[in-house]
């Protein structure tokens, strides 16, 4: 029996695709539920063509009521039976109620070399800051923001003349690789650190 897994988003959804095709055959994973909270995210609509059940919870409408908001969103994880979540730029911040119910069961992916610039615009502060690598991070999502277990991380070069732009594209390519094999090791038990250089 594969390990139904939710993935959400905010945007495109690229990380998400390639979750997506890396669960099937002997994969301990399937994907049951790409989830927004953008209901115009373009992720959405890839998932649709790949043959996954989406759903949308505008945040929007539960405009200071991050409670309400994160009770809609359980409300369609569990029903869709989820018992691992892949977050894929997913961009709301989540409470200790969202945590507190999937503790141990819940991944990011971080376009930084945590614990270097958590947070957001992690690759324009990487440049501001003169560095000669950035990177990405898999990690578990704990109350604290992006401060969970590190899982995995891949580095890149940093070339001169980067714009924060080309730079996280070139880190894209990594997160494509990263997520995907930290998530297969996840869900077979693997807890040690990978690293990709
Ligand atoms: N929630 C918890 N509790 N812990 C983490 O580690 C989380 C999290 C929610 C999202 C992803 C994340 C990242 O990888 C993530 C990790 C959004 C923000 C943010 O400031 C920060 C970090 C991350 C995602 N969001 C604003 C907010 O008010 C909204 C910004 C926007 O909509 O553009 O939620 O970096
Ligand atoms: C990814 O690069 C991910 O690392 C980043 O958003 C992008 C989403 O792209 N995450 C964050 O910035 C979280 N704050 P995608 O929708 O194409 O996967």
Redesign the pocket.
Known sequence: MSIPVAILISGGGSNMVRLVESMTGDHPGRACLVLSNDPAAGGLQKAREMGIATAAVDHRAFKGDREGFEKALISEIDRAGAQVIC?AG??????PLF?GHYAGRML???PSLLPKY???DTHARALAAGDSEAGCTVHE????????PILGQAVVPIRPGDTPEALAARVQVREHELYPLVLRRFLSGERERIFLN
């Open positions: 977050l997913f961009m709301r911040i989540l409470t945590i990011n992916i971080h958590r947070g957001l999502v704990t109350a604290e923001l992006d401060d969970g």
